[in-house]
């Protein structure tokens, strides 16, 4: 059964709330889209649902920045339809739970160079 995830850009009606979220293919580092239309966690802006695919590596990152300008989120690995680790992400540090190698790792941290994502340390929890 293939998992369901949101991709949404929106934000607050006074603009001082955004949710980001976005579904990056780990093997070729491409951003995935859906079509299927849904509520999203603003008023303003798009949402839709996308059905990963069983087969292959995909990384799932859901950021919101408040009214200080902090940004929290939540990081997925998805792996052959499975949830490999879960992490948090607070204070430009990215804290990953479940059993994933180094490599991986540094994989991780060449998606969110390439899309500018401001990390300082990845730290793994067993």
Same mark, same amino acid.
């Given at each position: 059964?293939?998992?369901?995830?949101?991709?949404?850009?929106?934000?607050?009606?006074?603009? &001082?709330?955004?949710? +980001?979220?976005?579904?990056?293919?780990?093997?070729?580092?491409?951003?995935?889209?859906?079509?299927?239309?849904?509520?999203?966690?603003?008023?303003?802006?798009?949402?839709?649902?996308?059905?990963?695919?069983?087969?292959? !590596?995909?990384?799932?990152?859901?950021?919101?920045?408040?009214?200080?300008?902090?940004?929290?989120?939540?990081?997925?690995?998805?792996?052959?339809?499975?949830?490999?680790? !879960?992490?948090?992400?607070? &204070?430009?540090?990215?804290? +990953?739970?479940?059993?994933?190698? &180094?490599?991986?790792?540094?994989?991780?941290?060449?998606?969110?160079?390439?899309?500018?994502?401001?990390?300082?340390?990845?730290?793994?929890?067993?």
């Amino acid at each position: 059964m293939p998992i369901k995830l949101t991709i949404e850009n929106t934000k607050s009606r006074t603009g &001082k709330h955004i949710a +980001i979220s976005i579904i990056i293919d780990l093997k070729d580092f491409s951003l995935l889209s859906g079509k299927t239309a849904s509520k999203g966690t603003y008023s303003q802006g798009k949402c839709n649902i996308i059905e990963v695919p069983d087969r292959g !590596e995909f990384l799932y990152i859901w950021f919101v920045r408040n009214l200080r300008g902090r940004v929290i989120g939540k990081a997925k690995i998805i792996n052959d339809g499975k949830i490999e680790a !879960e992490g948090k992400y607070k &204070k430009l540090k990215l804290r +990953i739970k479940g059993n994933i190698n &180094k490599e991986k790792v540094e994989l991780i941290k060449a998606v969110l160079n390439k899309y500018k994502i401001p990390i300082k340390r990845i730290s793994i929890l067993v």
